[in-house]
C-alpha cells in the first residue's frame, strides 16, 4: 500500500468516499476534500497542529483535496474524531475529513513539493523549540529579530463580540497562555497576549494570521509585540493574568472566589501548561462556586482533551471558524411565552410597555431586533425575530428565566425561520412591527463599542447621551416617575455625557430600561440604557 503515489491515493480515496463519515479504517494519512483554491500549505497544517505533530503534506488543489500525515495514528483518530461533529471551515468554506486507505505518504519523488515541505519544516522547529530558520543567522536561540513571547492581536471586520474568553480558548491551542490584555484603540479591538514560550507565539501566528474567527467576519491581524512581558494589574473580562488568581477585579471585588483559589493552590498539577488542562481553566473563566469548580475538573464529560470546551458564555454562540472553536447555529426566531398580557393593571404603567415597542428595545440590547409579533389569542406569547442565529442566543441567553412585569419570561428557539407580516387587511392591533430599519439598533455598525459591552441584566443601569443641563436629580426624578426605587446614581467623572443609576432590583432595572431607552431629555438628546457591570 506505501508503494502507492500518493496521486493515487487520491483518486482511490475519492471513489471509495460516499459520505461525510470515513469508510477506512484509521489511518496517521487524512483524506482532506473541498479545500479552497486559494487555500496555503500553512493553513491545512493548521488543522492538524493541535493534535499532534504534522509529517507530511500533500496539496491537490486542482481537485480541491489534500493528504495530511499525522506523526501517530493516535493523533490522526483524535483529528478525524474532533472534526467529525465539528466541520472545519477554511476562507469560511467547509473542509471535510476521512481517514486515507494509505498507511504513509510518499512525496519524495513528486514535483511542486517545495512550499510544502517549507511550512513544514517551519513548524517542526517551531514544535521542537529552536527555529533553525534560513535567512536569520545570529539570532539567539535561532529566533528570528524582534520576535517576543507577547503578541499584538487586532481583530478586523469585528461583527461578532470577541472577549477575552474567546481569545484564550484559540490561543491556548498553540501554547501557554499566560496573560491576556484587551483594548480598544483607533476604534479596534486589540488585544495582547503573552505566551510562556516565544515560539508558540510565532507558533499561533503562523497559523491564525489572517483567520476569521466567525465565518466572513472578525479577522485576526497578528503581529508580534516590542513588549517582552504585559504588566496585568486586575483579572476581570478585560485583563487576565492565569499565573496570579489573588487579582482584584478592579472594582473592590475579589475576581475568584477565595475557596477557589485556594482549591487551585492547593493542587498544583491544575497549572496552565498545555491544551490538554484548558477544561480545568473553565474555572478562570466563567463565575462558578466551589461545587461547580468541583464538576468542571472532570475532563471525562469531554471526548478527548481537545474536545469543544463546555464554555457557556454567550460570546460563543456563533458559527466559528477556526478549527477548534464551536459555535452554536440555530434559528434567529425567538418564543417568549409568560409575558404579562395585563402589565398595566400590574405595575399602573402604559400598556404600550408589554407591546412589540417594549420587546424590541428590551431583547435590543444583545442584538438587532427585526420583527416582533405578539399572538393575537394568546398575548402572554411572542415572537421575536432578531438579526441572526448568534443574536438569538445572546437573547435567550441572558433574558431566560428574568422577570418581567411580575412574571418569569420563558424564551426557547421557536420552529418558525422568520416572523411574517400580517396580509393586507388582516386584523392585527398593532401586535406585529417591522422594525428592520430601525434608526435604534444597537449593533448595525461594524466594529460598534456595543459589541464589548453586553451584560447580563443588572440592577445598575448605565447611562449615555445625557445633555449638560440635566442634573442629578432631574434623572433621579425621571427613573421614580417609571416606579423604580433609585439606591444610587453617580456621574462619570471625567465624562458628564455618562452615567451610573442603581435602582432596587434587576427587575425594575428591566422596566425602567424598557420605559427609558431613547427618552428624549431636550437638546436633541435621546438616553441611551443598557445593563452596567458595575455597581455604585
Known sequence: MSNSTPATANGNDSKKFKGDRSPC?????????????????????????PFGKVTNLLMLKGKSQAFLEMASEEAAVTMVNYYTPVTPHLRSQPVYIQYSNHRELKTDNLPNQARAQAALQAVNAVQSGGLALTGAPGTEGGLPPGQSSVLRII???????????????????????????TFTKN???????????????????????????????????IDFSKLTSLNVKYNNDKSRDFTRLDLP??????????????????????QVSSPHHMQELLVLLLPLDFHKLQASLSVSAVPSALGPLAITTSTMTGRMAIPG???????????????????????????????????????????????????????????????????????????????????VLRITLSKHQAVQLPREGQEDQGLTKDYSNSPLHR??????????????????????????????????????????????????????KMALIQLGSVEEAIQALIELHNHDLGENHHLRVSFSKSTI
Not at 189 to 218: H, R, V
Not at 258 to 265: Q, S, V
Open 325 to 407: 472553536v464551536t459555535g452554536m447555529p440555530g434559528n434567529s426566531v425567538l418564543l417568549v411565552s409568560n409575558l404579562n398580557s395585563d402589565a398595566s393593571i400590574t405595575w399602573n404603567m402604559n400598556y404600550d410597555a408589554i407591546m412589540p415597542d417594549g420587546l424590541f428595545i428590551l431583547f435590543g440590547v444583545y442584538g438587532d431586533v427585526h420583527r416582533v409579533k405578539i399572538m393575537f389569542n394568546k398575548k402572554e406569547n411572542a415572537l421575536v425575530q432578531m438579526a441572526d442565529a448568534t443574536q438569538a442566543q445572546l437573547a435567550m441567553n441572558h433574558l431566560n428565566g428574568q422577570k418581567l412585569y411580575g412574571k
Open 249 to 270: 477585579s478592579g472594582d473592590g471585588q475579589p475576581s475568584i472566589d477565595p475557596t477557589m483559589a485556594t482549591a487551585f493552590a492547593s493542587f498544583p498539577e491544575l
Open 187 to 221: 476604534n479596534q479591538f486589540q488585544a495582547l497576549l503573552q505566551y510562556s514560550d516565544p515560539p508558540n507565539a510565532l507558533y499561533a501566528k503562523m497559523a491564525l494570521d489572517g483567520q476569521n474567527i466567525y465565518n466572513a467576519c472578525c479577522t485576526l491581524r
Open 155 to 181: 481583530v478586523e471586520n469585528l461583527f461578532y463580540p470577541v472577549t477575552l474568553e474567546v481569545l484564550y480558548q484559540i490561543f491556548s491551542k498553540f501554547g501557554t497562555v499566560l496573560k491576556i490584555i
Open 443 to 496: 449593533f448595525k455598525k461594524p466594529g460598534s463599542k456595543n459589541f464589548q459591552n453586553i451584560f447580563p441584566p443588572s440592577a445598575t443601569l448605565h447611562l449615555s447621551n445625557i445633555p449638560p443641563s440635566i442634573t442629578v436629580d432631574d434623572l433621579k426624578n425621571l427613573f421614580a416617575s417609571t416606579g423604580c426605587n433609585v439606591k444610587a446614581f453617580k456621574f462619570f467623572p471625567k465624562d458628564r
Open 25 to 49: 479504517s484509521p489511518s496517521r494519512v487524512l483524506h482532506l476534500r473541498k479545500i479552497p483554491n486559494d487555500v496555503t500549505e500553512a493553513e491545512i497544517i493548521s488543522l492538524g497542529l
